[in-house]
C-alpha cells in the first residue's frame, strides 16, 4: 500500500510543477464538455479489445440499456468486443468465478444494475464488485445538459465517494435479540487514499476547489479520521480552495445553491446519498455515468445505480448514463475520438431534436422509448461521420 501512495504522490508532484500547462487545463464551463482525466488509464485499447460487460439482472433495465450502449457502439466501430458471461446473484450465490477471472483478464468492464433485496442475507453485488477488486474510487460529475429542462442553471459538481468501506463494510450482528449492531470501518489508509485522488483529480482538470463532507461533529472519532486525513492531504495542495461540510448541511446547500460546489469528497453512504441530489437536480438518475476506478482496473455504470425494477422490459428507459458511462470506458482505453464522436452525438440529440424519454420529456410531450432514443443516437452519429 505505501507504494501505491508513494506512486500517487508521484503523480501529483508532477502534475503540480505543470499545472499551468494548457495540457492540463480542461474548460469547466461548458455545460457539454465534462471533466475528462481521471486515472491511473489502462494501456491503449487495440482492435477488439475485450470489455467485460455484466447486462444486470433480468428484472432491472439493464439489459435494455446495456444494449442500447452496444449498438451505438457498433454504429461508431469502436474496436473492442464485449465479453457477457451470465450473472444470476440470487442463483449463484454472487461472484461468480468465472465473472472474477474474466475481469482480473480485461481490467474493465461496463455494467447494468443488479438488484439487491430487503430483509435477506444477500451481499450485493455491486459492492462484491467494488470490494474484490480494490475499486476505490467512485466519480460521478453533475453538470447542465443542454437541452434538459432544470430549476438550477451553471451545475458543474465531480463527487468523489471513497467506494470500499464506511457504512458498507457489511459488517452487522445482532448483539441481543432486538438490538443490532452495525460497523462502521473508517481507516487512515483508504482515507488519504481517496483525498490524494480527489486533489490529483482536482489539479488535471483545472478545478479550483475541493470540499470534504463529514459528520465529525457526532461521529468525532470515524467521520473525524476522514476529515484529519483529508485536510492532511490538502495542506499539501495550497493552490486549490479546501473547505469541510457537514453532510446535513451539504444536503441542504446542494439543493439550494449547488454551484458553490466544485470536487467533492464523500465517505461511502454520504457519497451515495448527496450524489442522487445531485443528479436529481440536474435530470435524473438515468443521464449521468460513474466511473469506479482502482489500481488495477475500472467498472463502468449509471452513476446513482438506480435498478428501476417498475421500468424493466418496458422500453422506457433513458439508456444516457449507461451510454456515457460507455464514453468514460473509451476515454480510460484512451480511445478518445470514438468517446468525442459518441458524446457529441447524444449531446446532439438533447439540443437539436425533441427526442426524449420519458424521464425528461417535455410535460405534455410524446416520449420516445429506450430504442427510439438509440436510434437518434445512431442517425447523429452517421450524419457527422
Same mark, same amino acid.
Given at each position: 500500500?505505501?507504494?501505491?501512495?508513494? $506512486?500517487?504522490?508521484?503523480?501529483?508532484?508532477?502534475?503540480?510543477? $505543470?499545472?499551468?500547462?494548457?495540457?492540463?487545463?480542461?474548460?469547466?464551463?461548458? *455545460?457539454?464538455?465534462?471533466?475528462?482525466?481521471?486515472?491511473?488509464?489502462?494501456?491503449?485499447?487495440?482492435?477488439?479489445?475485450?470489455?467485460?460487460?455484466?447486462?444486470?439482472?433480468?428484472?432491472?433495465?439493464?439489459?435494455?440499456?446495456?444494449?442500447?450502449?452496444?449498438?451505438? =457502439?457498433? *454504429?461508431?466501430?469502436?474496436?473492442?468486443?464485449?465479453?457477457?458471461?451470465?450473472?444470476?446473484?440470487?442463483?449463484?450465490?454472487?461472484?461468480?468465478?468465472?465473472?472474477?477471472?474474466?475481469?482480473?483478464?480485461?481490467?474493465?468492464?461496463?455494467?447494468?444494475?443488479?438488484?439487491?433485496?430487503?430483509?435477506?442475507?444477500?451481499?450485493?453485488?455491486? #459492492?462484491?464488485?467494488?470490494?474484490?477488486?480494490?475499486?476505490?474510487?467512485?466519480?460521478? $460529475?453533475?453538470? &447542465? %445538459?443542454?437541452?434538459?429542462?432544470?430549476? $438550477?442553471?451553471?451545475?458543474?459538481?465531480?463527487?468523489?465517494?471513497?467506494?470500499?468501506?464506511?457504512?458498507?463494510?457489511?459488517?452487522?450482528?445482532?448483539?441481543?435479540?432486538?438490538?443490532?449492531?452495525?460497523?462502521? %470501518? #473508517?481507516?487512515?489508509?483508504?482515507?488519504?487514499?481517496?483525498?490524494?485522488?480527489?486533489?490529483?483529480?482536482?489539479?488535471?482538470?483545472?478545478?479550483?476547489?475541493?470540499?470534504?463532507?463529514?459528520?465529525?461533529?457526532?461521529?468525532?472519532?470515524?467521520?473525524?479520521?476522514?476529515?484529519?486525513?483529508?485536510? &492532511?492531504?490538502?495542506?499539501?495542495?495550497?493552490?486549490?480552495?479546501?473547505?469541510?461540510?457537514?453532510?446535513?448541511?451539504?444536503?441542504?446547500?446542494?439543493?439550494?445553491?449547488?454551484?458553490?460546489?466544485?470536487?467533492?469528497?464523500?465517505?461511502?453512504?454520504?457519497?451515495?446519498?448527496?450524489?442522487?441530489?445531485?443528479?436529481?437536480?440536474?435530470?435524473?438518475?438515468?443521464? =449521468?455515468?460513474?466511473?469506479?476506478?482502482?489500481?488495477?482496473?475500472?467498472?463502468?455504470?449509471?452513476?446513482?445505480?438506480?435498478?428501476?425494477?417498475?421500468?424493466?422490459?418496458?422500453? %422506457?428507459?433513458?439508456?444516457?448514463?449507461?451510454?456515457?458511462?460507455?464514453?468514460?470506458?473509451?476515454?480510460?482505453?484512451?480511445?478518445?475520438?470514438?468517446?468525442?464522436?459518441?458524446?457529441?452525438?447524444?449531446?446532439?440529440?438533447?439540443?437539436?431534436?425533441?427526442?426524449?424519454?420519458?424521464?425528461?420529456?417535455?410535460?405534455?410531450?410524446?416520449?420516445?422509448?429506450?430504442?427510439?432514443?438509440?436510434?437518434?443516437?445512431?442517425?447523429?452519429?452517421?450524419?457527422?461521420?
Amino acid at each position: 500500500m505505501q507504494s501505491r501512495l508513494s $506512486h500517487l504522490r508521484r503523480v501529483a508532484t508532477q502534475l503540480s510543477h $505543470h499545472r499551468h500547462a494548457t495540457t492540463l487545463s480542461v474548460p469547466t464551463t461548458m *455545460a457539454h464538455d465534462p471533466a475528462r482525466n481521471f486515472f491511473p488509464l489502462s494501456s491503449p485499447a487495440s482492435k477488439d479489445t475485450p470489455v467485460l460487460l455484466l447486462k444486470g439482472d433480468t428484472d432491472t433495465i439493464g439489459r435494455e440499456v446495456t444494449e442500447s450502449l452496444a449498438e451505438i =457502439f457498433k *454504429a461508431a466501430n469502436v474496436p473492442v468486443s464485449f465479453v457477457s458471461p451470465k450473472v444470476d446473484p440470487r442463483v449463484d450465490g454472487g461472484l461468480t468465478q468465472e465473472v472474477i477471472d474474466l475481469f482480473a483478464e480485461t481490467r474493465v468492464a461496463v455494467k447494468g444494475p443488479y438488484f439487491t433485496p430487503l430483509g435477506t442475507k444477500e451481499t450485493s453485488i455491486n #459492492i462484491q464488485l467494488r470490494k474484490s477488486f480494490d475499486l476505490f474510487a467512485n466519480v460521478v $460529475h453533475a453538470y &447542465n %445538459i443542454p437541452g434538459i429542462q432544470t430549476r $438550477h442553471k451553471d451545475i458543474d459538481v465531480v463527487m468523489i465517494r471513497e467506494n470500499t468501506e464506511g457504512e458498507y463494510s457489511g459488517l452487522e450482528h445482532s448483539a441481543v435479540p432486538g438490538v443490532v449492531e452495525s460497523l462502521k %470501518i #473508517i481507516t487512515e489508509e483508504k482515507s488519504t487514499r481517496i483525498a490524494e485522488y480527489a486533489f490529483q483529480y482536482a489539479l488535471a482538470n483545472n478545478r479550483k476547489k475541493v470540499t470534504v463532507v463529514h459528520k465529525a461533529n457526532i461521529m468525532k472519532s470515524a467521520d473525524g479520521l476522514f476529515l484529519e486525513c483529508c485536510t &492532511n492531504v490538502a495542506s499539501k495542495y495550497p493552490f486549490i480552495e479546501f473547505e469541510s461540510m457537514i453532510v446535513d448541511n451539504t444536503c441542504m446547500q446542494m439543493a439550494s445553491n449547488p454551484q458553490q460546489f466544485d470536487v467533492m469528497i464523500l465517505p461511502n453512504l454520504y457519497g451515495n446519498i448527496v450524489t442522487n441530489i445531485a443528479t436529481g437536480l440536474v435530470g435524473g438518475p438515468g443521464l =449521468f455515468p460513474g466511473a469506479n476506478i482502482g489500481i488495477s482496473g475500472a467498472i463502468f455504470e449509471q452513476g446513482t445505480r438506480h435498478s428501476a425494477r417498475s421500468l424493466a422490459g418496458r422500453q %422506457i428507459a433513458n439508456p444516457t448514463a449507461t451510454i456515457m458511462g460507455g464514453v468514460l470506458m473509451l476515454r480510460y482505453l484512451k480511445l478518445e475520438e470514438r468517446a468525442e464522436a459518441i458524446e457529441k452525438a447524444v449531446m446532439s440529440v438533447f439540443a437539436e431534436t425533441d427526442i426524449r424519454t420519458r424521464d425528461v420529456a417535455a410535460e405534455g410531450a410524446a416520449a420516445a422509448s429506450t430504442s427510439e432514443f438509440t436510434d437518434a443516437v445512431v442517425a447523429a452519429l452517421k450524419s457527422s461521420s
